[in-house]
């Protein structure tokens, strides 16, 4: 069998810790002081931040910790591409994803019978510098001792229409599998504490309302921000047809709360989208 061809990371030791050592210690310390709210009902899906660790990484650990007893065979993480690319809709033209705790092999499979139930092509890119889809992988591969495959999606386009085509296929490609859906966003940037507040509890509140509509009429009206809102647009319509009914927000906090700067900060947010009853 011949070697994965890795994306190599290029957020280790910047965004991240890029010893191994030092990032498991990190990561378990954020996972070990996440207190849960009883979740209700079987997580189908969360919602983490994605900045650097230092900043986000104690609320993206409430996210993760909420898949803690699960075994999934398959993971799709969807984040906006922050850069600029001519296509709306993106994956990594590698094997795998390289991060310091090892590889997560790309599902070459799963990518495919995604292709076939949407009409917007998935680009395939090689060497892109996306944080926001990464950021979130060591956390995966240590609240995951078994190996998983990845669906790594990454959407420049944050248009409605791409988002429920998108939630819809998604759908379609996981019913039936063993899976887990993972949205990266941050929410509002660079208001003040209180502002941001306001702000982020508006977003949160589409959230927890499964109103994935909601989430695109405040982020056009000015009520909400959320600069991955397309992509937990389309978790969110993806997860509640495999019967999510329930979504909770496990954790709020800002950058300020980090770096003592309360005068411009980023919201970033925590949840659980869950399947109650029957």
Known sequence: ??????????????????????LSAQIDSYLNKAQLPDLQGEVLAVIAPHAGHIYSGQVAAYAFAALRGLTPDLVAVLSPFHAFAPYPLLTTAHDAYATPLGSIEVSQTALAELQSHVEIPIARIPNDKEHALEIELPFLQRVFPHSFQLLPLMLRAQEPRLAEQL????????????????????LSHFYDSKTASILDGEMLRRFEALDPAGIFSAEQSGAGFACGHAAVAAVLYAAKQLGANRAQILKYATSGEVTGDTSSVVGYGAAALTRVGA
């Open 1 to 22: 069998m011949s070697a994965l061809n890795l994306r190599p990371s290029p957020i280790a030791g910047a965004w991240y810790e890029a010893d191994p050592r030092k």
């Open 167 to 186: 939630g819809n296929a998604l759908a379609q490609t996981l019913k039936g599998k063993n899976a887990v859906l993972v949205a990266s966003t941050d």
